[in-house]
């Protein structure tokens, strides 16, 4: 099998969808697919250096609205698509020219149940995109079943579907707590202080509002807890930079922006609780991560991270201050017998889902583009 991937979108610092691609391009090779990645034209070091054994075609313009233009009208006759047996889009959108047979992934369908969470361009721009796709590609992959029963409800005549759920890495995000110390001290976080952790992007739907509110009343309580928060701006940051600089814990409040892969395990494991007050998601990775490394988790109930923590994490109504403050409260009393037992169910949780499972899901949806029984 020949799959071109398109990574073209993928910025520097891998988060989110950025982290499910980079997963399939280091693990495509191994399973005996003759891997192109489809780079921007000043991205070859990067891709190189993840999947060596891959075919590096750097051919995308490096500025955004160049690299849309052609990825619609150009990529999908280029030399890359017309010598592979599938493409592979795997954020959103595909080519509108071409004759390779596609596959898609479609992540969430926010930009259609909650456009507010979205700039107003790309609620427009995405909507259409996925619209088209949805009807022109071959084969969809959605990364949980919620997703899949949004895209019914959104868009009912759509391509088949197959639901492929994201993995984690057991080996690198589990409980081991060796070197921890050494990581904290080359990181510069300090190791002996108690904190609440939040991993993702900054932005309207991850409820930070939420969270900095349930904080004040958790430190109201607690004199030495901390809240870290891990993750780049993304957009409409303003109301979260506002309610940080007027909190009267603000002291307490770490920004640690970007976390570097090496020691994000190391984080989880330490957090006295993972929370992930998040309003909605297509899956909602940091969850599974934390869940993996033995963390006590509480996240929003109804979405797609109750789904994949199933009893494993304590669940709260998103948006509602009061409950979040009560179930991290809750958490952070928590005995060391207790903790050692939520931590073992945490983990087999975790186990169910793995980058395996997930990269066979996507090998039955490139057979099925390319017609092979």
Request: charged fraction near 20%; aromatic fraction near 8%; proline fraction near 6%.
């Amino acid at each position: 099998m020949k799959v071109a991937l398109d990574v073209s979108a993928v910025p520097a610092r891998l988060a989110g969808a950025g982290r499910y691609i980079g997963e399939l391009a280091r693990r495509l090779p191994s399973l005996g697919v003759t891997t192109t990645l489809v780079t921007r034209r000043d991205d070859v070091a990067r891709w190189a250096a993840m999947s060596p054994n891959s075919v590096i075609a750097p051919i995308v313009p490096s500025a955004r609205a160049p690299r849309l233009f052609y990825e619609a009208w150009s990529l999908g006759t280029s030399a890359a698509a017309r010598q592979a047996q599938v493409w592979h889009a795997p954020h959103y959108t595909m080519p509108r020219r071409g004759t390779t047979p596609t596959v898609v992934t479609i992540h969430d369908l926010t930009f259609f149940t909650n456009p507010e969470w979205h700039e107003r361009s790309k609620v427009v721009f995405f909507r259409r995109a996925i619209a088209y796709s949805a009807r022109h590609a071959e084969i969809l992959i959605c990364v949980s079943d919620v997703t899949a029963r949004q895209l019914d409800e959104f868009i009912p005549s759509h391509a088949p579907v197959v639901v492929a759920p994201h993995g984690v890495d057991l080996a690198r995000f589990s409980p081991d707590t060796d070197d921890d110390k050494v990581r904290f001290a080359a990181h510069g976080y300090r190791f002996d202080v108690p904190y609440v952790l939040f991993v993702g992007t900054i932005e309207p739907r991850k409820g930070l509002d939420v969270l900095l509110a349930a904080f004040g009343q958790l430190a109201d309580s607690d004199s030495t807890i901390e809240l870290w928060i891990a993750g780049q701006p993304g957009w409409a940051v303003q109301e979260f930079e506002t309610l940080l600089a007027a909190h009267p814990s603000a002291a307490r409040i770490r920004r640690l922006g970007f976390v570097d892969e090496e020691v994000l395990p190391a984080l989880l494991r330490h957090a006295q609780v993972v929370a992930y007050p998040s309003r909605g998601e297509g899956f909602g990775l940091p969850v599974l991560e934390a869940l993996a490394c033995g963390a006590m988790v509480v996240t929003s109930t109804d979405t797609v991270m109750a789904e994949v923590a199933g009893t494993s994490a304590t669940l709260v109504g998103a948006g509602d201050a009061n409950a979040l403050a009560r179930a991290i409260d809750a958490a952070t009393r928590l005995g060391d017998a207790d903790r050692a037992r939520l931590s073992l169910g945490a983990r087999e949780q975790a186990e169910r889902y793995t980058w395996d499972a997930s990269l066979a899901q996507h090998l039955i949806a490139y057979e099925r583009a390319g017609g092979v029984q």
